[in-house]
């Protein structure tokens, strides 16, 4: 009766501990799932709260004189991600698709914060498009029909007569990082900033030329695409590199 009785618990225990097995193999793939970057995947949770590692900013130069101007500059961003230093992996931060207002007065605009797998970053890739029926974006100077739906919308004063300039332009970019690569770890949040001038989407050949002007929408619109080329580490937020 003993030997039943031990056969019964040795093998009440086997399938206990096969269980048990079972369940860490599983919670450790999960974490390894979640944890790392792999090629072509899109697996970096984005948060709000004080899980957050990595904080991406947006910083206008000022530098507008009395023939322009500017009152409001905002785009939608779709998405960005960053690319780890041996170029292998990539994470999609799952910033957008929303709206960036960019801060005139020359102050950083956090476009969003997110939870990132450790490691060190060099380059970043973003996209400025307009958004889609599904993106849930309803601010009407983005979307004036199904048919009219816009990525970039400014407002200011060109030679004391106010203009509101709406492109539909597409900006891809993939950027270098300036400086130091930006290193992700538990602790604290680091700063990534994407610098640029929104005055200078409406220069050409020393001079700002009028946005109401059908005839200067290519060259502001090449202006818009060329203007997103510089990000970097910026701790202090101050929208210089560290």
Known sequence: MDKVEDKKAKLFF???????????????????????????????????????????????????????????VKFVLRKLVLKEENHENECDVKLGPFIIQLDLSSKVVIAGLAKLPFGSYDEVKFQVHKPTPNDGITDPDFIESNSRRYSVVVRGVYNTVPFTYKSDVTVAKEIELEGVPITVGAAPVVYLTIRLNPHLWFWENGQFIDPSIENNRHKIDHNIKQSLKRAFRDMDQNGEPD
């Open 14 to 72: 086997f399938k206990n501990y096969r269980n048990i097995l079972i369940l860490s193999i599983t919670f450790t793939l999960f974490l390894v799932f979640f944890t790392a970057c792999q090629d072509n995947q899109s697996d970096v949770i984005t948060t709000q709260g004080s899980e957050s590692n990595f904080s991406a900013g947006f910083f206008s130069e000022a530098a507008g004189d009395n023939s322009l101007q500017l009152d409001e």
